[in-house]
Structure formats: C-alpha cells, structure tokens
C-alpha cells in the first residue's frame, strides 16, 4: 500500500482513514489543526526559568555564602580575650576569717555590680565520688544542660539546627519566644557582654563560641558558664544563687533546688523562685522533665523531685553582705587597695575596682568575737560621753592585735557607724601621743644604747632649753630618781633631758626607722616632740600599738596587717603579707622596758593604776598619755596574750570635759577584760640575757647588804651597774621570791616596798 493511501481528508480538512492520496495543497495550516505543541513549549519554558532561578539562587546564596564567610573570617573579630583557665572578669571578693577551731570560714562579701563566688566543676570529682568534692554537683549541671543546651555535650559551640529554627522562627507572624543559643554562645555574652541587636552581633557570637570550642573542654566551658550567668537580685553564678536563695552552697543542693536555679536564667527576675513561685514551679517542673527524658535521671527521681516542696530560705546574711561594714572590713579595704598599689604598680581607681571585682579571697586576721566586743564597747559609751565646749561629738579609736602584728580587733569611732569607707579614726587620725611618746622615743633607746638603766638616778629638777623651760603636770620638783620611778610617775623633765642628751634625731630615726612611724615631720626632731608627745605630726592607734608590741615580744617589730594573705578565684597567691619581724629592740632591753611599764600600772604611784583589775590573772604594762590642755587622751598597753592602743579626743584640737578624761583607760580596761575572759593565765617572756637585781634606791648601784632601802630592777647581763660604794659591803644576789603565793600577791617582782624588799634581803 503506498503512503498516500493511508490517510485521506474530506473537504474539512479531516484525515479519513482508507484514504490513499496525500494533498499536500489541502494541508491546512491553523493552529487548530495541529498537535498541542505550543502547550510543550510553554512548560519547557517555565523549566527554564525554574532553572535558571534555581541557578541564579544557587549562585547568589554560593556568593552571599562566600562573602559571608569572607566578611566573618576577615572582618569580624571571631576570638576571645579572656583565658577561661584563668578567668579573669566581675568577682565578688570573699574575706575569710579563722574559727575557734583554726579553720577558714568565709566571712564577709564584696562587691561592686556584679556579685559572683567561683566554684569548681569537677566532673572527675563527681564521678570517683570524691567526699571532700565541695563544687557544681553533676544535678546541676545537668539541670542547666536539659533545659538550656540539650546538645552541648556534641556540638561544637553552635547547634546549627536550633540557629536555623531560631532564624525562621523571626519571620513567623505569631512566633513563640525562641532561642537558639547554645551554653557556650551564653558564655560569649556573658564574657563579652555584647548586647548589640544588630545580626552582625550573633554572627560575633557565633564565631566566638567556635573560637572557644577549639581551645577549651567542655568542663571548662561550662565551669565559666555556671559562675558567670545572671541568677536574679544582683547575683550572678550557681553558688551566689545558691546562698540567696537556699543558706547553702551549691554541693549541698537537692536535685529539686538544682532545677529550681536552672530555671531562673532564662528571664531571671520572671522565674525567680522568692517573687514569681508559680512561673518558677511550671519551668521547673519542665527542667525536671527534661532531665528525665535526656536519661539524666530515674523516673522516681523525676516524681519525687517534681513534687518536692520547694523551701526558700533567704536573707541577706545569707549572702555574707552588710549594708554598712566594720572598721575591721574597711581597714582591710584600704590596706588590700595600697598593697596592690605597691606590688603591682596600680592607681588607685584601678586597685579599687580589682579589689570589688577581682574575685579575691583575703585571709584576714580579725577574731570575728573580739571584734564584736569593740564594737559594742564603743557603741554603749556613746551615751555617756560629753561634747566639746562648742558641742562637737567625741570621737575615739581602739586597736587590738597580737604580738605578730595580727590586727584582731579596730574601733574607728565613738556610737553607730552609718557609712562604708567615711573617716577611720583607728588607721586615719593622726594625733599627738603625749605622754605615750616617753617609752618609744626615749627610755627604749636611752636602754638600748647604755645611757641609763633600770635604775640610773636622774634629777628631776629646773631646766631651761634655749627659751622652753619644761614642767611635770602636777607641777613642782621631786629632785633625784630613778629612771624606773622617773617612767612610773609620767615625769616631764627627765625625758626631755635623756633627748637632749641622745639628741632629737636619734628618738625620731628609732620611731621612724624601727617601729614603723609614718606621720612624723621633719619639725618633730626636736626636743618637745620627742620627749614628751608635742608632736606636729603623731600616732594612730593602729601605729602605737605596734610600736608597743616590741614589749611584750622580745623587741620585734611586726608591720600591723589585717591579713595574711590574698588569693585569685584558683587560688594564686596575689598577695602576701612578710611574716619576717625585724629586730627594733634586744630581747633584753625589751624585757626591761616590759617591766619597767609594769609598774605604770601596779606601782603605787603609776598613772594607769585604774587599769589593774582588768585582768586579774595576768600582768599587763602600760603607759598613759595626754596631750598639752587635754586635747587628747591614751592608754596603751598588754598582757601577754594581746596589745592595745586607745584614744579618744575631737575632731579639731579641743580641751576635753573632766568627765571625758577617763574614757580611753576606761574603754581599754572594759575591752581587755572581756577578752581575756576564760583564757588561761599566761606570763610574759623574759630574756635570758636580762636578769633581776637588787639596788640600792639611793644610788641606784647594786645593792650590798649594807644598804639601808633596796628595791628590785631588771638589767642587761652586759650592762650590771656597779656596786654601791656608798654603803660598801657584800653585793646582794639574785632575789628570790619565797612562795607562789608571794608572787600572785605582788604587783610586779620591780614595785616591792622597800620593808619588803630589805626583809628578803635579809
């Protein structure tokens, strides 16, 4: 059959089937009558388009993609500054005090925004069920972990799923509240605290946490997480939190109390647990859930946790915090601040800021007890002391320490202290000593350098100096004395003598270059300011008191300090104080002085005789002090357990009312006596190259049988007086006191009656 009978068309232009011609001319050409080609071509058409959109997408999301990379990796700064081994940002400082026990306990907190206490995450610890383990317990960190970052343990620092979900969640009309960040981006905020809105800061943050990811472990990430994240009321970090809210530390949390902490966070002051209990109780219900269903822990676990009674137990003793601080605490803020200052080369403003901020722990040596009998001593006082003449308040001042220049215990003024850091009379004020001028600056190193001894005689009598003719203060003339006597009545005029005779400048280099006198000037080398207190600088009881401690130590001068030692949040040494004394005077000059002062308080005419009942089982030494007019008023002394300076005066040089006249003997007598209350009688150490003789009170020689008035003294082996010649005879021996009996009954083997004393003799 040929082709054309195949097909035929009817005048229509219909093929018929049988036809066998082909009529090309018939053909006909509309549209109508061919196949749908135009409809195949219109979809290869949107395939094309579709294509080359994808293509173009493609190529503009490869560019977008490119250039971000480029502009993330060149552009932004992807690194951290801080090391997280040793994390350097907003700390609160911890002081820690010694219990009765000699244990560390922490004492006090400082801060300045930010309120954060470093604690360890150790997860070795946790699982070898380490019993002295006291950091993050591993419930809490789960905690954080279910509920903030179910992935942290797999990513590496960007969970990219929750990013992208977090990212279409923006676009979404009614979108939830919805993060992406990961524990790590957390601690990027935290570190950085980057807040900027804009999509380059979370680009910052992601390229940040990267960088972290690659440098530290996941212990260490998540240890700086936990003491670094908002926790509500001014706290920041797990263990802050834990005080506040709970009176504990983080190793003593209930799995309850650890979802409770995890659940705060998120908005800190929606979810906390004190002001929002019911938006705390919902999230924490879900932390819990969360741990459970992460295999974190037991179906039972999650029940009974879950419906746990959640027991608060807040109060701002919790948290170690005082709106007002002692004398103590802002002592050792400003000594903290000037150590820093001098060991590392701060200004001030920077010393300061490291002291709230860094994070410290400072070891100090106040006792917590004594501290609150100061306290309280000058608090009660305040009722009963007079103003000035013009109505101006009395101030005053105390400083306790022991005999390695421990301050245990400061007074900074008289009544209720209302201000931090305000006017510090105990470590500020800068008085004229008076009359407690005369052991340091005159009979200490008139000792020490041969020009008397114990029982040198020396005349009390008229003397003129240039146009300064110097008086006693109960005026008049006793004539000849000895030193011992001379110290024990206050006299004026030997001292300035024994200055005039050793020169001003070598009392004022003892001071200054010994015991540690700062607030001395040049105008004081002279003869007033040296022998009897006139000073145009002078003291603060916090300096006194330390200059005295050679007394009662065997000469060594220790720099007074409020702590011992300052460590960084890992416990770095920062700061330290020298434990090493020097020598300001010998064991036996100081031994001699130590009983020399003895008798200011039990001799029958020592000027602090007020003082003797204070203590009842122990000696103590002492000397009283008043300036010119009764500007200012001191007592200074010890026993062996502790030294302790007490002032009290105006703010600008006043005469003091006669019914202010006793109140520095007196509040030194009230805070001494209840501090050594209950402790077990001690006595002072006498040097082995002192010893006790008999002279004879006329000449002040050693005495012989043939002496008609003896009385004991205290001398340098090195430097016996001779034998009197006056009444020659045999030289007596060491005295020997009979009984115990006879020894509790006296003042001091050195204030003897002289019938007492001839008895023995004999």
Not at 372 to 384: G, M, Q
């Amino acid at each position: 059959m040929d082709d054309k009978d195949l097909f035929s068309y009817d005048n229509s232009g219909n093929i018929e089937e049988g036809e066998s011609s082909f009529d090309l001319n018939s053909f006909s050409t509309k549209t109508e009558d061919l196949p749908p080609k135009k409809n195949k071509n219109k979809k290869q058409k949107v395939l094309q388009i579709i294509l080359t959109c994808f293509l173009v997408g493609i190529i503009t999301v490869s560019l977008v993609v490119g250039s971000f990379l480029v502009y993330a990796f060149t552009m932004i700064d992807g690194t951290v500054d801080q090391n997280l081994n040793d994390l350097k940002v907003n700390f609160t400082t911890s002081v820690y005090v010694q219990n009765k026990n000699n244990e560390w306990e922490e004492y006090k907190r400082l801060h300045g925004t930010f309120n954060r206490i470093w604690v360890d995450y150790d997860e070795i610890a946790i699982e070898n069920g380490d019993k002295d383990y006291k950091g993050i317990p591993a419930n809490l960190a789960h905690a954080f972990i279910a509920i903030e970052d179910k992935n942290f343990e797999s990513h590496y620092g960007v969970d990219w799923k929750r990013t992208f979900a977090a990212f279409v969640n923006e676009f979404l009309p009614f979108r939830s509240k919805f993060g992406g960040s990961t524990i790590t981006q957390q601690l990027v905020k935290n570190l950085t605290d980057d807040r900027d809105q804009k999509a380059s800061r979370k680009v910052r943050e992601i390229m940040r946490a990267r960088y972290l990811e690659t440098k530290y472990s996941k212990d260490v990430i998540l240890e700086c997480y936990l003491n670094t994240i908002p926790m509500g009321h001014g706290t920041y970090g797990v263990e802050v939190a834990a005080n506040y809210y709970f009176s504990k530390s983080v190793n003593e949390l209930t799995l309850e109390e650890c979802a409770c902490l995890a659940s705060i966070t998120k908005a800190p002051s929606y979810y906390a647990p004190d002001t929002n209990p019911e938006n705390n109780q919902k999230r924490r219900n879900t932390v819990l859930y969360e741990m459970y269903d992460q295999g974190y822990i037991t179906k039972e676990e999650y029940e009974t946790a879950k419906n746990a009674e959640i027991k608060l137990n807040i109060n701002k003793d919790n948290a170690k915090q005082d709106e007002v601080n002692s004398y103590f605490i802002d002592g050792l803020i400003d000594q903290v601040v000037d150590d820093l200052i001098a060991e590392y080369g701060y200004n001030k403003e920077k010393a300061e800021q490291l002291f709230y901020t860094g994070g410290y722990k400072i070891y100090a040596t106040v006792d917590t007890k004594m501290q609150e009998i100061v306290d309280k001593a000058y608090l009660d006082i305040a009722s009963s002391v007079k103003p000035s003449s013009k109505g101006d308040p009395l101030w005053g001042a105390m400083t306790v320490m022991d005999y390695e220049g421990h301050v245990k215990a400061i007074a900074g003024g008289i009544g209720q202290k209302t201000k931090n850091r305000a006017f510090n009379c105990a470590t500020d004020a800068v008085r004229q000593p008076g009359s407690t001028m005369k052991p340091i600056a005159v009979y200490a190193p008139a000792i020490e350098q041969g020009v008397i001894n114990y029982s040198s005689i020396l005349n009390d009598t008229k003397t003129t100096y240039g146009k300064w003719t110097p008086k006693n203060a109960g005026g008049g003339y006793s004539g000849n004395m000895t030193a011992q006597k001379a110290l024990e009545r206050s006299i004026n005029t030997i001292p300035v003598a024994l200055v005039n005779k050793m020169g001003p400048q070598t009392s004022y280099d003892f001071l200054t270059q010994k015991l540690g006198i700062k607030n001395l000037t040049n105008k004081d080398i002279d003869l007033a300011p040296m022998s009897l207190g006139g000073t145009n600088g002078g003291l603060t009881t916090l300096e006194s008191a330390a200059a005295y401690a050679v007394f009662g130590n065997g000469g060594l001068y220790y720099k007074p300090t409020f702590y011992t030692k300052v460590t960084d949040q890992k416990g770095n040494i920062v700061l330290e104080q020298n434990t090493e004394p020097t020598m300001a005077l010998s064991e036996d000059t100081a031994t001699i002085m130590n009983k020399m002062l003895q008798n200011v308080i039990y001799g029958s005419n020592g000027t602090g005789k007020s003082v003797a009942s204070a203590v009842s089982n122990m000696k103590l030494f002492g000397k009283t002090g008043t300036s010119s007019e009764n500007n200012d008023k001191w007592f200074v002394g010890g026993s062996p357990y502790y030294v302790a300076s007490s002032w009290c005066g105006y703010e600008t040089m006043q005469k003091m009312p006669s019914a202010n006249l006793g109140v520095a003997k007196n509040l030194w007598s009230s805070v001494m006596s209840k501090i050594h209350s209950g402790l077990t009688p001690r006595e002072f150490a006498v040097s082995s190259y002192a010893v006790e003789r008999y002279y004879c009170t006329e000449t002040g020689l050693l005495a012989t049988d043939a002496c008609p008035n003896k009385q004991i003294g205290w001398y340098k082996k090195s430097f016996l007086p001779t034998a009197c010649k006056t009444h020659e005879g045999t030289v007596l021996g060491k005295p020997v006191i009979e009984t115990q009996e006879d020894t509790e009954s006296s003042a001091s083997d050195s204030s003897q009656t002289t019938s007492e004393t001839q008895q023995n003799a004999q």
